[in-house]
């Protein structure tokens, strides 16, 4: 174990967070930077520091699956700083993180209801109990399996890893001779620190309509959502993630029928007090669940509800994980999107070139996120490969959708096919 300390930005006079977790810095800079306005950090990783040093007061490097050897320099730190709470949004860390809450005795939700977030088979089964409107759900454990059970639920279904999230490892198989590639593919996505089981894949009755995110506060098992993202996906028949859009002033945020069952998700599983982010399918029959994350969405949600909003769900979040009240009330009434750029084809990227000449009026940034002799796969080769993405917010969605739409042409991708 090492640990380092650097001055932070943050006053010496606020509370303190034990940060689980920074990962990538092109999708989470803007989140740590954020809270660090209004904490101070004392950072938990696996990985030795570099950007993060910038926002935090202190770092301990560690395994930080590890529960014992995390109590044990929370302990340390404690005695140091005046810490309110453990948070993340690393969703291979919630878990471990609600349990180092309930240690040190400070706010969070049970760790079981973290758990029952994460594995998606206790999520459908606690949900079935309650009533919750599922759809048919089998965990399996071989290729014969899934393909018995897809034949039981009907076709299409979706086949998905059991505790993976942002889409990785979800496919759907629209027959029975499909099932064993989807099976293959959902079973051999992985993640680090993902938990791993005996029945590792689920088969899913497919449900139609658009999906949606709900990016929400949860404090007293009050469940107050700040942001509706609209979800863009691509590469059938994978559901890669390609886009999300957040209007403030979105109707689904008064939806009776909607915010019922997240009250109901959330009651069900016993989520008292944190952040969320639950995906929805706006089906003909209504609403119904696709999954829970006991975090905040990754991919830029929280920003682009921030700027769509003007307040901050990763701040918010922070403040419950402080046993604070946290500000979810909407300061303006804005659209803002984001667009992730993938190639056509698993490929090298060669060059690429941000093109700012060509931003429309309502681009916020356009950002390169793969530079040269990165290798870029597409499923099921690989995941989340991207070469850049674009943001755009303001008062006219038409506007905003044009611009961000335009995210090809002002990223420009140069490269060279794979050839192993």
């Known amino acids: ?49 570099s950007w993060q040093l910038a926002y935090v007061e202190g770092t301990s490097v560690l395994d930080t699956q590890d529960l014992d050897a995390l109590l044990a320099e929370a302990q340390q730190v404690v005695r140091r700083l005046p810490v309110a709470g453990v948070f993340t949004n690393d969703e291979s860390l919630v878990h471990v993180a609600a349990r180092l809450a309930e240690a040190l005795g400070l706010p969070g939700s049970a760790p079981d209801a973290v758990l029952a977030c994460r594995d998606k088979a206790t999520t459908r089964a606690r949900l079935t109990a309650a009533g919750v409107p599922q759809p048919a759900c089998t965990p399996v454990s071989t290729a014969a399996e899934a393909r018995c059970a897809a034949d039981a639920t009907g076709y299409p279904v979706v086949v998905k890893a059991r505790g993976l999230a942002g889409s990785l490892g979800v496919v759907r198989a629209d027959h029975g001779d499909a099932v064993e590639a989807a099976f293959e593919a959902a079973g051999s996505a992985d993640w680090a620190g993902v938990p791993r089981y005996e029945a590792d894949v689920l088969v899913e009755e497919y449900l139609t309509g658009p999906e949606i995110s709900v990016d929400a506060i949860v404090v007293d098992g009050v469940c107050t959502p700040m942001i509706v993202a609209r979800k863009q996906t691509g590469m059938d028949p994978y559901f890669e993630e390609t886009g999300h859009t957040v209007d403030a002033a979105d109707p689904l945020l008064r939806d009776a029928e909607l915010l019922g069952q997240l009250h109901h998700i959330h009651k069900a599983l016993g989520f008292e007090r944190g952040a969320t982010h639950t995906e929805f399918k706006l089906t003909p ?136």
């Open 1 to 49: 174990m090492a640990a380092t300390s650097r001055a932070q930005p943050c006053t010496s006079e606020a509370p303190a967070l034990l940060l689980m977790g920074s990962g990538d810095r092109r999708y989470r800079e803007y989140f740590v930077a954020a809270v660090s306005r209004h904490f101070r950090l004392w950072l938990l990783d696996a990985y030795e520091p």
């Open 285 to 420: 029959e209504g609403p119904r669940l696709v999954e829970i994350n006991a975090r905040l969405g990754g991919d830029f949600i929280p920003f682009i509800g921030m700027l769509a909003t003007g307040t901050d769900p990763a701040v918010a979040a922070a403040r419950v994980a402080a046993g604070l009240i946290p500000d979810t009330a909407p300061k303006t009434q804005r659209i803002a999107a984001v667009r992730f750029l993938y190639p056509e084809a698993d490929c090298e990227v060669v060059e690429t070139t941000v093109r700012t000449d060509l931003f429309g009026p309502t681009v916020h940034s356009a950002v390169a996120t793969a530079g040269p002799g990165t290798r870029l796969a597409l499923p099921p080769h690989g995941y989340m490969n991207r070469y850049g993405y674009v943001v755009a917010v303001g008062e006219e969605a038409a506007q905003v959708l044009t611009d961000v739409e335009a995210a090809p042409a002002l990223v420009e991708l140069r490269s060279r096919p794979l050839t192993d």
